[in-house]
T-cell receptor, first 111, second 112 residues
Framework: TQLLEQSPQFLSIQEGENLTVYCNSS?????LQWYRQEPGEGPVLLVT?????EVKKLKRLTFQFGDARKDSSLHITAAQPGDTGLYLC???????????FGDGTTLTVKP | NAGVTQTPKFQVLKTGQSMTLQCAQD?????MYWYRQDPGMGLRLIYY???????DKGEVPNGYNVSRLNKREFSLRLESAAPSQTSVYFC???????????FGPGTRLTVL
């Protein structure tokens, strides 16, 4: 079983602050996805990264895939209350039917 | 498009009762999945169907059965519910071979 460790597990910050959350593994992956899940809803895909060292930006969110394709980070600039939610990373190897999900980082952004 | 829909939204069962969770997608996706989400444990794959007519076990299949009724619908059945099956169940779909998933809103199941 390929484990994905996400840190921190919980993060509470004030509006306007910056933050970074991490997704780490000892395994190499062919791709990695980040999802955001709001209370009472299903996860929604934010981004997929596939190339080692790849950086993708989505407005105030910056995603990076590690050079060795074993880890990833999500950086949020000037967090807003609307960013509140559970951030999940998921990684896939050859069998796309069996993506592995991390346990998530619960982010609370206070106004 | 409704995307992925799930019924029911909430369900309370007694130990030993059976029930079927329904899932449908209108995106013409080939692959469908069932996950469960427990506090602090992320999403764990129960069963998946890569394409119509096929089903495969995921990480935690014990106590569950699935049916891929047609390309749109994928149901999950609990034959004899146990308290350990209290969880939030998510159905998802994707294009064949795609690494990302489109998730439904979930079914919150409590087994007493």
């Amino acid at each position: 079983t390929q484990l994905l460790e996400q840190s921190p597990q919980f993060l509470s910050i004030q509006e306007g602050e910056n933050l970074t959350v991490y997704c780490n593994s000892s395994s190499v992956f062919s791709s990695l996805q980040w999802y955001r899940q709001e209370p009472g809803e299903g996860p929604v895909l934010l981004v997929t990264v596939v190339t080692g060292g790849e950086v993708k930006k989505l407005k105030r969110l910056t995603f990076q895939f590690g050079d060795a394709r074993k880890d990833s980070s999500l950086h949020i600039t000037a967090a807003q209350p609307g960013d509140t939610g559970l951030y999940l990373c998921a990684a896939t190897n050859t069998n796309a039917g069996k993506s592995t999900f991390g346990d998530g980082t619960t982010l609370t952004v206070k106004p | 498009n409704a995307g992925v829909t799930q019924t029911p939204k909430f369900q309370v069962l007694k130990t030993g009762q059976s029930m079927t969770l329904q899932c449908a997608q209108d995106m013409n996706h080939n692959s469908m999945y069932w996950y469960r989400q427990d506090p602090g444990m992320g999403l764990r794959l129960i069963y998946y169907s890569a394409s119509e007519g096929t089903t495969d076990k995921g990480e935690v299949p014990n106590g569950y059965n699935v049916s891929r009724l047609n390309k749109r619908e994928f149901s999950l059945r609990l034959e004899s519910a146990a308290p350990s099956q209290t969880s939030v169940y998510f159905c998802a779909s994707s294009e064949l071979g795609a690494v990302y998933r489109y998730f439904g809103p979930g079914t919150r199941l409590t087994v007493l």
